[in-house]
Nanobody, 127 residues
Framework: QVKLVESGGGLVQPGGSLRLSCAASGFTLDNYQIGWFRQAPGKEREGVSCISRSGIRTGYLNSVKGRFTISRDNARSMMYLQMTDLKPEDTAVYYC????????????????????WGQGTQVTVSS
């Protein structure tokens, strides 16, 4: 059974940091590009970051560039999103997602292409 489980969310003050983790099971992670998405109350879901199958290529939403770092550990079937200098506008439910891709060195943030999704983890940035 395919499963993605996020963890690491929580309440943090502005300027703080969090590391989100996503554990994958039921499929071979090496064949999938990974994306992190978020959805704030009353807003549409948006792509935050992606990483290619090989880990060579990454992509970021402009507003998080320089603050967030995506990574993956295929051997452990784990994906991560390190978030620093968090801002109140980063408050959202964060989801990890996987998209089977034939291309080892590309990724995108087109949510409709992602087949598997986690349940999400809440990140709240507030003083």
């Amino acid at each position: 059974q395919v499963k993605l489980v996020e963890s690491g969310g929580g309440l943090v003050q502005p300027g703080g940091s969090l590391r989100l983790s996503c554990a994958a099971s039921g499929f071979t992670l090496d064949n999938y590009q990974i994306g992190w998405f978020r959805q704030a109350p009353g807003k549409e879901r948006e792509g935050v970051s992606c990483i290619s199958r090989s880990g060579i290529r990454t992509g970021y939403l402009n507003s998080v560039k320089g603050r967030f770092t995506i990574s993956r550990d295929n051997a452990r079937s784990m994906m991560y999103l390190q978030m620093t200098d968090l801002k109140p506008e980063d408050t959202a439910v964060y989801y990890c997602a996987a998209n089977r891709s034939p291309y080892p060195a590309s990724c995108d943030l087109v949510s409709g292409r992602y087949e598997y999704w986690g349940q999400g983890t809440q990140v709240t940035v507030s003083s």
